[in-house]
């Protein structure tokens, strides 16, 4: 989508009324009440419609939709393996099983329809619903006969396809689903409950002919693969996330206070706590200097735990107490966290550069290469980053000495 000509910050760039907004209401029209969940009955108002081909009142629309979205549910395992992410690979497997999930459902509950379509046509529209609904309130679509009050906004935070809450309906809007994501907050967009319409407002300056984009969110590009299959090359965003046993080579961390937890959150770790009880630490892009902001008490304290020995010859420290009143550790054990820690990012560079490699020629079509090559790429940006912020500190240790 391009500017025809200059827009200034604050111009509307896109309005669409409800009646050109489609969702499952459409099914109302051809078959009365649908007894289905609307995220199903979003699913096959898309099939009916597409089936009527030019009879559809939303032809021109479906017709610029692709013949399949390359989201990562799409994405063969030895496709989805090139990432190296533990995480998105779960992600990917339970996206597979919720799409049998649906394809279940949808031919168990809506046999009528069912047989009139085929296996990759139902493939179709769900990948089309899952990465670009977006969601509005129900009181939007309901005309209340004992009111004129307009119905409440909701403005939607993240761009079509996200994971939905549960507190609105899935739609497709016309045109709003043709923009491109920045990682920059380019644009609002939202329904406004006045007009009657959802419209996209310009939170940037654009000359004629340049490109205009949506804003779906401060994502990273582990979320951008995640809904949506793609990734960018210097997402402002993205971090890099290494696991305690990385650092430590330790098996096992186990930390389970509760004030332990509470106060690893208010350090600001990403996913505290995860599911096998070992701790992540997120390390985001753009900090002045990394070696100077990483919580060292809360990583001596892991360091400690982990171990479960002493390592230096001083007082022992309560772990708890570290870390509610932020007691100071020693020297020493500082010391040898830095150096595990370094040591674990060197280790996490080596990798990414042999998994760039492998991405760039892996026999995968060119939108997964490009994808996983963006999403290392950029990884291993930000780890070369704090490496060289850890080389330039010592270096200014050196020269102050």
């Known amino acids: 989508m391009a500017a025809t000509g200059t827009i200034q910050p604050g111009d509307l760039l896109l309005s669409v009324p ?12 051809v078959s009365g009440p649908v007894e289905l969940a609307p995220e199903h009955a979003l699913l096959l108002a898309i099939l009916v419609e597409a089936r009527k081909g030019r009879e559809s009142a939303w032809y021109e629309y479906l017709r610029l939709l692709p013949e399949q979205e390359l989201i990562l549910a799409t994405w063969t395992m030895q496709d989805i393996e ?20 649906v394809l279940s459902t949808f031919q168990q509950t809506v046999s009528t329809y069912a047989k009139d379509f085929t296996v990759d046509d139902i493939a179709w529209a769900w990948s089309i619903a899952a990465s670009r609904s977006a969601y509005m309130e129900e009181n939007a679509w309901k005309e209340s006969e004992q009111s004129l009050r307009p119905p409440k906004a909701n403005r939607s935070e993240r761009g079509p396809g996200c994971t939905y809450d549960g507190s609105g309906v899935g739609v497709l809007i016309p045109l709003l689903d043709m923009f491109n994501h920045s990682c920059y907050p380019v644009s609002k967009a939202g329904y406004n409950p006045v007009s009657n319409t959802y419209d996209l407002i310009a939170d940037a300056a654009y000359a004629a002919g340049e490109q205009v984009f949506i804003h779906y969110g401060p994502l990273s590009n582990r979320e951008l693969v995640e809904h949506w299959g793609f990734t960018l090359r210097d997402n402002p965003h993205d971090s890099v996330r290494l696991s305690i046993f990385e650092i430590t080579r330790a098996e096992s961390t186990p930390l389970t206070d509760p004030d332990l937890i509470s106060a690893a959150q208010i350090l600001g770790l990403e996913n505290p706590l995860s599911a096998d009880a070992s701790y992540a630490i997120g390390f985001a892009r753009g900090k002045a200097s990394f070696w100077d902001s990483v919580p060292w008490q809360l ?5 400690l735990s982990a171990l479960e020995a002493r390592i230096c010859d001083c ?8 870390l509610a009143n932020g007691v100071a550790v020693c ?18 560079h080596a990798r990414l550069q042999t ?7 892996a026999a995968a079509p060119d939108h997964v290469k490009t994808a996983a090559t963006n999403y290392l790429s950029c990884q291993d940006d930000i780890v070369q980053s704090i490496l060289r912020t850890r080389t330039d500190s010592i270096s200014e240790s050196s020269g102050t000495g």
């Open 18 to 29: 409800r009646s050109a907004i489609f969702s499952h209401h459409e099914l109302f029209q």
């Open 82 to 101: 090139l990432l190296q992410d533990t995480e998105l690979i779960e992600s990917a497997i339970a996206a597979k099983r919720k799409w049998k999930e």
């Open 299 to 303: 990583t001596t304290s892991l360091q």
């Open 315 to 322: 007082e022992h420290v309560d772990l708890v107490e570290t």
């Open 331 to 348: 020297g020493c054990v500082q010391k040898l966290c830095i150096s595990q820690l370094e040591d674990a990012l060197l280790d996490r």
């Open 355 to 361: 998994s760039v490699t492998k991405a760039s020629t």
